[in-house]
């Protein structure tokens, strides 16, 4: 074999080493660094902050067309979680990796946690934000961001963690000027985010802690402040709209939801008001904290709306610190359909109680049922219960 021809070969096997060099490289190879984030404080997100809609003037009963009675099939629940979240979307991952539907939910590869922060002020707290890498590869170009609520000062004491070997963790360090506490109950909501290369090639993770400013209330009775059902014979206390106007205690213990009963929706078992007719028995919201410890699939809510625009955000704290919340709604008691907001029809009763005594039996006045995803590997501390007046909130329960 000639010289020449021994060199041809060698240049042939040289350009298919290199082609397939190029194809085998890492998946998660060198990355551009992500654009680290400061330490400025971001938006707030409290909750809530819905402003009160209007409420329909209700003097005369409804036209001919009344809404639909018969229950609507339950709406898929509303879900948006303040959880720590990092790596990929599972739709990315192969079919093998995919977990089955029975099985928990994966932990990510990369954890952020905020440590307990107190709130008595005027004070300077120190506040530590833990970055715990759980995947196989090293994190690289580690930097932390915190942020607290809006106008708090936040200064960096060390957030830029450089690397994080696999299976360790890491600690960056801030300092909050906590302010003077002000009357009143608050959700005090603080955000770290993480960015970095390497690791899970997520390039990024956040978490929130909310803290309240005060304990809640022990249970929903404990906000009772609007008087929704009264008695035929004595009808002068109603007050469910602007116009006096208020359920027939009769007429819902003829439907099966009288004083203490038990009412299913949503696969919640809901109890009625314990109250006498005529008493507080529900909650005109406006941003109450409510205790309601428990596990579940779903927090569902029992009331009515005495407007058309009952509608707002439900928060639900659990007790390591995180929320989730999710929007609910409740149709007039009478002028909407039955599903409007996205509400499931619970309880209908023929007729109300005026101030003039009980009237307008040709037409039907409702309870709806409402829910709000939960995370079932949590539990529940309290909900924070919409802004909105509008909103009357006879029972609030958890679907387990």
């Known amino acids: 074999m000639s010289s020449k021809t021994v060199r041809r070969g060698a240049v042939a096997a040289l350009a298919l080493a290199s ?19 400061t330490s400025a404080p971001a938006p707030e997100t409290e909750a809530p902050a819905e402003s009160p809609a209007p409420e329909v003037s209700e003097t005369d009963a ?12 339950a709406p898929a629940a509303p879900s948006a979680e303040a959880r720590t979240s990092a790596g990929k979307p599972a739709a990315d991952k192969p079919a093998a990796e995919q977990p089955a539907a029975a099985e928990a939910v994966a932990q990510p590869d990369i954890a952020v946690s905020i440590s307990e922060i107190g709130l008595e002020g005027p004070a300077i707290a120190e506040v530590e934000v833990v970055v715990e890498n759980g995947s196989d590869q090293a994190m690289r170009k580690v930097d932390v961001a915190f942020s607290g609520p809006v106008g708090w000062q936040v200064v960096a004491v060390e957030h830029e963690l450089s690397q994080i070997k696999k299976g360790k963790q890491g600690t ?52 009772f402040n609007n008087v929704g059902i009264t008695s035929e014979q004595a009808t002068g206390a109603g007050a469910f709209d602007s116009e006096g106007n208020s359920f027939s205690a009769e007429q819902l213990a003829a439907a099966g939801a009288g004083p203490g009963a038990v009412v299913e929706a949503l696969g919640a078992s ?21 205790s309601l410890p428990g596990q579940g699939e779903r927090l569902v809510l029992l009331g009515s709306g005495s407007g058309t625009g009952a509608t ?89």
């Open 19 to 37: 082609t397939i060099a190029l194809a085998a490289q890492p998946a998660f190879a060198s990355e551009e660094p992500v654009a680290p984030a």
């Open 62 to 73: 409804p036209d001919a067309t009344a809404p639909e009675s018969a229950a609507p099939s």
């Open 172 to 223: 960056a360090t801030f300092q909050v000027r906590i302010p003077e506490q002000r009357p009143g109950f608050a959700l005090r909501v603080f955000t770290a985010n993480v960015s970095y290369t390497g690791g899970d090639g997520a390039g990024s993770a956040t978490t929130t802690r909310a803290v309240p400013t005060a304990a809640p209330l022990a249970d929903l009775a404990a906000a």
């Open 270 to 290: 809901l109890q009625m008001p314990a109250s006498a007719p005529g008493t507080p028995d529900n909650v005109a919201a406006s941003g109450q904290a409510i």
């Open 312 to 400: 707002g955000t439900a928060t639900v704290f659990y007790t390591d610190g995180t929320t989730s919340s999710g929007a609910v709604g409740f149709p007039n008691w009478s002028f909407q359909a039955a599903d409007a907001h996205g509400a499931t029809l619970a309880v209908a009763t023929n007729g109300r109680n005026r101030p003039s005594g009980y009237g307008d039996s040709a037409y039907q006045y409702r309870m709806f049922a409402h829910s709000v995803a939960l995370d079932p590997a949590k539990t529940v501390e309290f909900v924070v219960l919409p802004a909105n007046a509008s909103m009357h909130v006879f029972a609030v329960g958890i679907a387990p």
